[in-house]
């Protein structure tokens, strides 16, 4: 599995990116699909997570009512509309996949630990 983000870039504070994550594999809807973000000399911290059947989401708290993801299993990609960005959002954002049988926990504790495929990252910064 390999996973490709796009859509970073700078934005001032209160606006707005759409990020995707097309992710290279025959059975792209078997698998649930998360965000992590990485700022600098901090620890990598899961954002949004989209389930694979019935494509629920959940969130870190941090993100919640202003971020959302999306799936189109189509064109095996996932996406995170981002919005009222704030200077805290900036940092490194990745896509990153589980074993096929994971689901995404509602409390929006997504482990690192569990997820085994990542993409590059694309760059988010925030600032007026």
């Known amino acids: 599995v390999q996973l490709q983000a796009s859509g970073g870039g700078l934005v001032q504070p209160g606006g707005s990116l759409r990020l995707s994550c097309t992710v290279s594999t025959f059975t792209f809807d078997y698998y649930a699909i998360a965000w992590f973000r990485q700022a600098p000399g901090k620890e990598r911290e899961g954002v949004a997570c989209i389930n694979r059947n019935d494509a629920n989401t959940a969130y870190a708290d941090s993100v919640k009512g202003r971020f959302t993801a999306s799936r189109d299993n189509a064109k095996n990609t996932v996406y995170l509309q981002m919005n009222s960005l704030k200077p805290e959002d900036a940092a490194v954002y990745y896509c990153?996949?589980?074993?096929?049988?994971?689901?995404?926990?509602?409390?929006?504790?997504?482990?690192?630990?569990?997820?085994?495929?990542w993409g590059q990252g694309t760059q988010v910064t925030v600032s007026s």
């Open positions: 990153a996949v589980p074993d096929p049988m994971y689901y995404c926990p509602e409390d929006g504790q997504f482990n690192v630990d569990d997820f085994g495929s």
